[in-house]
């Protein structure tokens, strides 16, 4: 594994996700998707358990925590495609349960879910990030560029929204 697998007595600590994480994980996915305006889809429309949470332990899926005080607050994962010719590539999603953010945690989850893909030979990391998601000025200041804006993609309260796709380009 990439990180320690000690769960945390104190602190910050981000390590990948392990098999005994999955119900938390499960949990705390639930929460980020029901919780917040900015995902890409309505509260409901995706559910977790433990049992569908494992696709987060595949080989083509590297999800990495976030736990303050033993607490899991976060999550990223990084999605690679099964087809070869894009395997340089990889899709990110993060979410920090909305008390924490603000805290630079979010920061350190791009960080390692970067350093882990340099690990893989992945050059590439893409995001979709809703243009109105105050995470926007993060991923910017991470060095993800805006490749493209879907317009009206997103119908939420009676408005349709645009998405931008960022990626950044590792070296």
Partial sequence: M???QNRPTGGLVIRELNKKDLKDFA?????SINESDYMLFEPGEITE???SA???LGDDTKTILAFLDGELIGYTFLKIPQYKK???CAYLVIAIKKEFRGRGIGTELMRKAEDLAREMGIMRIELEVMAENPAKNLYERMGYIVE???IGVIFQNDRY?????MAKHLR
Wanted: proline fraction near 0%.
């Fill in 148 to 150: 493209g804006r879907k």
């Fill in 86 to 88: 894009s395997k340089h």
């Fill in 54 to 56: 494992k696709q987060y």
């Fill in 2 to 4: 990439f990180f320690s």
């Fill in 161 to 165: 929204l645009d998405v931008l796709a």
């Fill in 27 to 31: 949990e705390l996915r639930n929460s």
């Fill in 49 to 51: 358990d433990k049992h």
